[in-house]
């Protein structure tokens, strides 16, 4: 493992985030001479982030518990044209509307995981809509496209890809990385700031943006990229059966984040306590050793951790309490996520198939016939054989709900209202 001087180069290796650096020595000298600014970009194609960004939230978390300032960069210009990178076709371009709404509902993440103000070490968080709109296109090709050549941006692994597939690959996606670039050059400019973090598959984006600095300005940048995470299995991290697991707790109660880490893969226990909590390195590698079933309490603690980091504690305790009654004591719970539908509907007689869609736990009626059918539904702990069965009142238990099971990890409430 590299020693690095600066505590936050050395958090990040110790905790295993780090693949790439542009100039190692130069930015470890650059994070111990003073308060480092770093950013990281996140474009706004949903109204919520989900885990798949957390390793970058984490990363500048750490950036700012080390001392550092982080700047979160909203991408409401790039956004408008849609990061062509690992995409292996062109992404739906969406409206202002659209943008604006998603961007609203991606600031509530960061909440949680920095401290935003005016202070030295304080998080800001910009939109490079704000430059970006303001571009003339001769202003563009003269300041920026000047410094890039179509030599160095089709070896791209994302356009030599496209282009060896005889997939389309638009002039419009073309220019990403030249406004990815100019984001750094403006943030180096604006406020002075000098590393981007992101994920490996950045790591082309990155590069331009450094060069651009220090050839339209003559500065020194850096660029830090973290190893692109899958589980153990090999499956994309974040998403699950029932979609991707998002930040929002009106996108994923939390409960349901709780769940989540709760069942993550053995062989993931130690990796992710290290890269998605703040547990110390030590109280880390003494839950590493534990086996068996035993690695239990290894993942109880992920979870709750993890939980209490975006939900806070009082959220955690109560997701580790609602869980311990579903499995422990065979109960329901007011923390399970819960959906409310008429009384009127249940009293009429309510599909079961269509309350499991409403609840959350099926995508469509026929995935959950396709459930029933499968002997993997249970209404209130027993199970559903029949795929056109119907809810009504002496369904619904003592707390004023019916407790629906897919499977034997996923639970929620209907609640007739």
Known sequence: MSQFKSEFLQTLEERGFTKQITHP??????????????YIGFDATADS????????????????????KPIVLMGGGTTKIGDPTDKEKSRPLLTNEQIEANI??????????????????????????DWLNKLGYIEVLREVGVHFTINTMVKQDTVARR????????????NYLLLQSYDFLELYRRH?????????DQWGNILGGVDLVHKADGGDSYGLTAHLITTASGGK???????????????????????????????????FLRLFTDLPIEEIQALERLDGADINKAKMALANAATTLLHGAD??????????????????????????????????????????TEAGLTQSNG????????????????????????????????????KLSAGKKRHALIKPV
């Open 25 to 38: 020595d130069a930015l470890d000298e650059y994070c111990v001479s003073g308060t480092p600014v770093a």
């Open 49 to 68: 982030l989900h885990v798949g960004s957390l390793l970058q939230i984490m990363m500048l978390r750490h950036l700012q518990q080390c001392g550092g």
């Open 104 to 129: 609203a509902g991606i600031r509530k993440a960061f909440e949680p995981f920095l401290t935003f103000g005016d202070g030295p070490t304080d998080a800001i968080m910009v939109n490079n809509d």
């Open 163 to 174: 282009l060896a597939s005889e997939q389309p690959y638009t002039f419009l996606e073309f």
């Open 192 to 200: 002075n700031c000098r590393l981007q973090l992101g994920g490996s």
């Open 237 to 271: 991290m974040g998403k699950t059966a029932d979609g991707a697991v998002w930040l929002n707790a009106d996108r994923r109660s939390p409960y349901e984040y709780w769940q989540f880490w709760r069942n993550t893969e053995d062989a993931d226990v130690g990796r």
């Open 315 to 356: 959220a955690a305790a109560e997701a580790a309490r609602a869980a311990e009654a579903v499995f422990g004591a065979g109960t329901t719970d007011d923390a399970l996520p819960t959906a409310e539908v008429p009384l009127a509907s249940v009293r009429d007689g309510l599909l079961t198939a269509a309350a499991f």
């Open 367 to 402: 995935e959950a016939r396709r459930l029933i059918k499968q002997g993997a539904a249970k209404v209130n702990d027993i199970a559903v054989t029949d795929q056109n069965a119907v809810l009504n009142e002496k369904d619904i238990g003592e707390n004023g709900a019916i």
